[in-house]
């Protein structure tokens, strides 16, 4: 008969997996977060309050069904727990690995309102996904009947993965195009190991392959292959190619040797990780080993860039931000665990130069915060007289992405876009201004989290098979 113990959060403190010590997390790049054990685990869900209005579902952009969920683990029924999971989230190993809880769902949960300590939601949905991976729970897609319907994606990042699952479990014939060697985007070369270890990944996309989407990679639309001609050969497009173009820091100084990009300098070591030769890594461009490195911004590849550099072998890691703590982007959680591994953040400063040729330090200005701007946000102000000279000898640009120019790109300019530069798409359908292209994640909706993509990418995809059910409707009458 099955338990029911739930509703302890009275009784049961908040308790996270144990994380490795500091001086030993920051020497490798493995997760930082040990296992639940079962029991733990199980006990950990039972603090779930069950509430009749599920904060906890509604903040999830993904809605999912988490009180049910938990009730399933902490009634030691793992395997419904997976599938209750899986029905509503493509990457649930992912995304309690990498979602920033604090903000989403954990932020949410009704007991952290009420002073008890939120329910450990992410780290129960990492457990509960790779235990049904270890037990062999988690199936390649085999749809019941094929369909003649083919979709190119461009894009094998989070929204792009999720739309081919999503389409491939409905039978439809599905090829992903993408410019790097291996799938995954961000999730395989832009976040660290120490948050998502790669076998992670590449056990989702041997999973996708196995269920039957074909992955043309090395594969540079508008070099390699035309729009045009991806349009010939589909029935529908979702262009889900992410945002990768850097946000630059025009200031004096700023063209010196060691002076590089977050997105470069993340690729250059996960790149390592997978054993591939990385010439800017090896020649010292691409390490932080031995040096003073200043990173600069305060989003969340921000902090992978300074807890990459820690474990790197920097003799010091800094991370300047123009705002203070509780302004910041990034994630608080990832904050206290950059801290634990000794990076120092140099809140209220903002860079305004750099020295040498090969750089050798940042020209900063001291900022205090006024008054708020459009977003709400304090609007920071710098102080006159309190420049200084912060020492380095790697600077890492971590100031965001912007949309590459897909049209001219891709010789198509009749693709219509905002003025931000995002492809303009219906946010419901994700359906562009041409008939059959479809558009998601940060291509559509600017630089955001991994969460968000996968939902894009199930959208688009129930969205092009509602077209296809309609066409195959008029065809038959």
Partial sequence: MAKEPMLKFVSVDRDMPEKRPPNLRATDFHEIYAEYAEAKAEEQASRCSQCGV????????????????????AQ???????????????????????????????GNCVIEQSGHGTVTIGAVEKYITDTAWENGWVKPAVPSMERSESVGIIGAGPGGLAAADRLRRQGVQVVV????????????????GFKLEKDVVMQRIDQLEKSGVTFKLNCNVGEDISFSELQKTHDAILIATGVYKSRDLPAPGSGASGIVRAIDYLTASN???????VPEFDSGELNAEGKRVVVIGGGDTA????R???RQGATSVKCLYRRDRTNMPGS???????????????WLSAPNG???DTVEGVMVSKMRLGAADATGRQAPEVIEGADYIEEADLVIKALGFEPEELPSLWDVPELAVTRWGTVKADFETHETNLPGVYACGDIQRGASLVVWAIRDGREAADAMLTQFNAAASVAAE
């Avoid at 599920?54 to 683990?73: A, E, F, K």
């Avoid at 790149?271 to 030769?277: E, L, N, P």
Wanted: charged content about 25%; some cysteine.
């Fill in 303 to 306: 902090m992978d860039c300074v």
């Fill in 54 to 73: 599920p904060y906890c579902q509604s903040h999830c952009p993904l809605h999912n069904n988490i009180p049910d969920w938990l009730r399933l683990t």
């Fill in 271 to 277: 790149r390592k990780s997978f054993g591939d030769a």
């Fill in 308 to 310: 990459t550099a820690t």
């Fill in 354 to 356: 750099f020295t040498g």
């Fill in 332 to 346: 608080q959680r990832e904050v206290a665990n950059a801290e634990e591994e000794g990076v120092e953040f140099v």
């Fill in 177 to 192: 195009y993408d410019r790097y060697d291996r799938a995954g985007g961000l999730l395989t070369y832009g976040i660290p």
């Fill in 76 to 106: 030691g029924r793992l395997k419904e727990a997976y599938e209750v999971s899986q029905a509503t989230n493509t990457f649930p190993e992912i995304c309690g690995r990498i979602c920033p809880q604090d903000r989403l769902c954990e």
